[in-house]
């Protein structure tokens, strides 16, 4: 990015930065859309918004018909575009999309869909937190409408920067009814040393029995870790306990699979 670029963006990332609310946010990434020369865009985290709706974020100006369809059938999981996000740490443009995963039948209906709404080519910010669902923000053209390609590095740290002020924003809102344990729910459990090394070969799925002769202890005391484990996490099973750690950054799939 030249030193033009970089001049255009910084005004963009200052108002959203100084973005008080949510509302103000979305005129600051509205105004930012615009000016990097797409339509609309949709900031949010990929989850059935009917379920989570006061756990999630989200704040888009898409159709509010396309919105209500993509609700109505719980797209939030499903989307083609969340899920080719979950496979990179950088923006994509949406024509490589099938080069970061096979597309189904039903992705191509529902692609075909969208565009049959007006949603037309983009280009999505993945955003990869530890212990949060994934998200990403995605800036998007009408139908017949090309990718200004020269602004996408432009849109690369706009929607990193967008997604990062959501976070702290969503985080000052109140639910309406909002459980006492929400902060302790949120908290990453502390594992003990020994606990963190059972929760590694639980995962790499070996038994009890296993983990003490690996760890030069009983396999009682190493079911003994690994329940201490699965009751900071308030889970039952050991396939859960895995996942949680790993959905929260406790643990990588580094080593995991390392021999």
């Known amino acids: 990015m030249d030193t033009q670029g970089l001049k255009a963006v910084a005004p963009l990332i200052a108002a959203i930065e100084a973005s008080a609310s949510i509302a103000q946010?979305?005129?600051a990434l509205a105004h930012a859309t615009r000016e990097?020369?797409?339509?609309?865009?949709?900031l949010t985290h990929h989850v059935d918004m009917r379920r989570m709706r006061w756990q999630a974020i989200r704040l888009h100006d898409y159709p509010l018909d396309w919105a209500?369809?993509?609700?109505r059938h719980g797209f939030?999981?499903?989307?083609?575009?969340?899920?080719a996000s979950h496979l990179t740490t950088v923006g994509f443009a949406w024509p490589r999309l099938g080069e970061l995963l096979p597309l189904s039948e039903e992705d191509e209906i529902f692609l075909e869909r969208a565009r049959s709404e007006g949603i037309g080519t983009g280009f999505t910010v993945p955003a990869h937190i530890p212990g949060e669902a994934h998200g990403s923000v995605s800036f998007v053209n009408a139908v017949g409408k090309p990718l200004p390609h020269a602004a996408?590095?432009?849109?690369?740290?706009?929607g990193t920067y967008a997604f990062e002020q959501a976070r702290r924003l969503w985080?000052?809102?109140e639910p309406p009814h909002r459980a006492g344990n929400d902060n302790a729910a949120r908290t990453v459990p502390r594992l003990t040393?020994?606990?963190r090394e059972c929760l590694v070969l639980v995962a790499r799925g070996k038994s009890n029995w296993e983990i003490g002769r690996i760890l030069g202890i009983s396999d009682q005391t190493a079911a003994l870790h690994v329940r201490n484990a699965c009751r900071r996490y308030h889970v039952h099973k050991r396939s859960f306990l895995a996942i949680r750690?790993?959905?929260?950054?406790?643990l990588s799939f580094i080593e995991i699979l390392r021999p």
């Open 193 to 195: 040393p020994r606990e």
């Open 245 to 250: 750690a790993l959905f929260d950054g406790s």
């Open 76 to 83: 939030g999981v499903r989307d083609p575009i969340h899920r």
């Open 25 to 27: 946010l979305g005129e």
């Open 68 to 71: 209500d369809y993509y609700d």
């Open 152 to 158: 996408l590095p432009l849109a690369q740290l706009v």
């Open 171 to 173: 985080r000052l809102r």
């Open 36 to 42: 990097m020369g797409f339509d609309s865009y949709a």
